[in-house]
């Protein structure tokens, strides 16, 4: 099926399941876990104003050499977060977000690979009650996304990627999620989403979904050490051999160890070292593979909230 064809027959079923929802009150969060029932008598007490949150990350992977061929290559990571929880007419909770990321790539190989890469991201969010089912949330999302290799925004590598699934939040203890992920003119246009939280007490939690999925366990309220793994895929459009829109993609993975400090009540950094694998950029219509052997890598984030 057309992945556009698709989009528009979720966004019929996201109108048709809201418009029989009735009023409702619903408390975006980004755990999966503060989703009151619709129809509940409790009241919602989150601020219509919103707030907002500045994230920052940034990850190093030394210089290590191909797993084929001559050379080695160096790659630095960075991305820049803002993000804005608020509530349409006081009723509809929307997430919206913006981030800029940043890739730097230093290599002595005779590959043809841009020195860096730049993403600009959009992203809207939103909840909603799924026919009334008790504890059954439906969540929605679009990424107008910009990826390329060069500062200046470029029409041509516009990309538009959608998110859909459902939530069941039975208790305090487990979360499930179910869905799909749409990317329209990406090599691989449909995605399955899946995935589990699951915290028995207030010491450990498992979160296993799909984004940056971690194993916490909470030394005190304010010190948390973790086991987390990431797996990122982009393509950019770049310049190759003086031809636009040459895709590039690329790929990595990393399991890490590490420990978060929670400074303030509105404040909270996090550091952790661990192994990357799987790394590579790769040409999707062109020849030219960079493909990196396993190696150390670091990261430090930082997030603020106002």
Request: some cysteine; proline content about 6%.
């Amino acid at each position: 099926m057309n992945s556009h064809r698709l989009i528009f027959i979720i966004l019929f079923f996201i109108f048709y399941a809201f418009a029989g929802s009735g009023p409702y009150k619903c408390a975006i969060a980004s755990d999966y876990q503060s989703q009151p029932d619709p129809g509940s008598d409790s009241e919602d007490k989150s601020d219509p104003e919103g707030n907002d949150t500045i994230e920052a990350d940034f990850r190093s992977f030394p210089l290590t050499s191909l797993k084929s061929g001559q050379g080695e290559a160096e790659i630095f990571e960075y991305s820049l977060r803002y993000s804005r929880d608020f509530k349409v007419c006081n009723k509809l909770p929307v997430k919206f977000a913006l981030t800029q990321s940043y890739v730097d790539v230093e290599d002595n190989t005779n590959l043809d690979i841009p020195p860096y890469l730049v993403g600009l991201k959009f992203d809207v969010e939103t909840t909603l009650p799924f026919f009334k089912l008790r504890h059954i949330y439906f969540r929605s999302g679009i990424s107008p996304s910009f990826y390329s290799g060069e500062w200046h925004i470029n029409g041509s590598t516009f990309r538009m990627p959608s998110r859909y699934f459902l939530i069941f939040h039975p208790d305090n203890v487990w979360t499930f999620i179910c869905g799909l992920a749409v990317y329209p003119d990406y090599e691989r246009q449909v995605l399955p989403i899946a995935g589990f939280i699951y915290k028995p007490n207030d010491k450990i939690e498992f979160y296993l979904l799909p984004q940056r999925p971690n194993i916490s366990y909470f030394l005190s309220e304010r010190l948390r050490l973790f086991i987390e793994g990431d797996l990122l895929s982009n393509e950019f459009e770049v310049t190759k051999d003086d031809s636009n829109g040459t895709v590039l993609t690329y790929k990595r993975g990393y399991l890490s160890l590490g420990t978060e400090l929670k400074i303030n009540r509105d404040a909270k950094a996090s550091v952790s070292f661990g192994e990357s694998f799987g790394r590579y950029l790769k040409y999707r219509d062109a020849p030219g593979k960079l493909s990196l052997r396993n190696s150390f890598c670091a990261e430090l984030r930082f997030q603020v909230s106002m």
